[in-house]
């Protein structure tokens, strides 16, 4: 008698144990493919930001050459330098939102004081920016969405418990959506 009783103990503990085993491999396996949509749509943002940076010298030798836009030029150089030097995906990110930032505002400059304006190779490359700059926000809009879902379950109990685990952390927003 005592001894099937143990058994049975011992039984019930280790189906509780599996069951529980069970379900802190799913919430992983389930934060591990949330993950991975975030570093998708990342990668897929990443293609039109590589292509802009690509662009940026030629932009930046244009601009140069037309008075009044020295200091946007600068300020672009700087915030391209920003991104190339970034070491983590939040860095890179940062200086991504600065170079956006400066990009606007050398526009802007050049629409002011209308340099630029009967220039074609600098018109041509305007044009370029902004389908890049088009391709990006709407690439960002589904990185933040994924970024949003990965949080999501990082927050719910009892995934927030497997994600302290296993040491998921927070990853950053893109754009104005911080």
Request: proline share 2%; aromatic share 8%.
């Amino acid at each position: 008698m005592k001894d099937t009783t143990l058994r049975s103990i011992s039984i019930i503990v280790w189906l509780i144990l599996a069951f529980i085993s069970m379900l802190i491999i799913k919430m992983h396996t389930k934060l591990v493919d949330t993950k991975n949509q975030v570093s998708d749509r990342f990668s897929a943002m990443d293609v039109h930001l590589e292509k802009r940076l690509e662009y940026l010298p030629d932009l930046e030798e244009k601009a140069a050459a037309f008075e009044g836009l020295e200091e946007a030029v600068a300020k672009v150089r700087a915030a391209r330098d920003e991104v190339e030097a970034s070491s983590t995906e939040t860095e890179r990110i940062r200086g991504e939102e600065r170079l956006t930032r400066t990009l606007t505002e050398l526009f802007q400059a050049a629409d002011q004081s209308d340099a630029g304006a009967g220039d074609e190779a600098f018109q041509s490359l305007r044009r370029e920016f902004e389908r890049l700059d088009e391709d990006i926000r709407e690439t960002g809009a589904a990185y933040n969405e994924a970024v949003e879902a990965y949080h999501a379950r990082l927050s719910f109990f009892p995934s927030s418990l497997v994600a302290g685990m296993f040491h998921f952390h927070r990853m950053p927003l893109f754009g104005e959506a911080r």
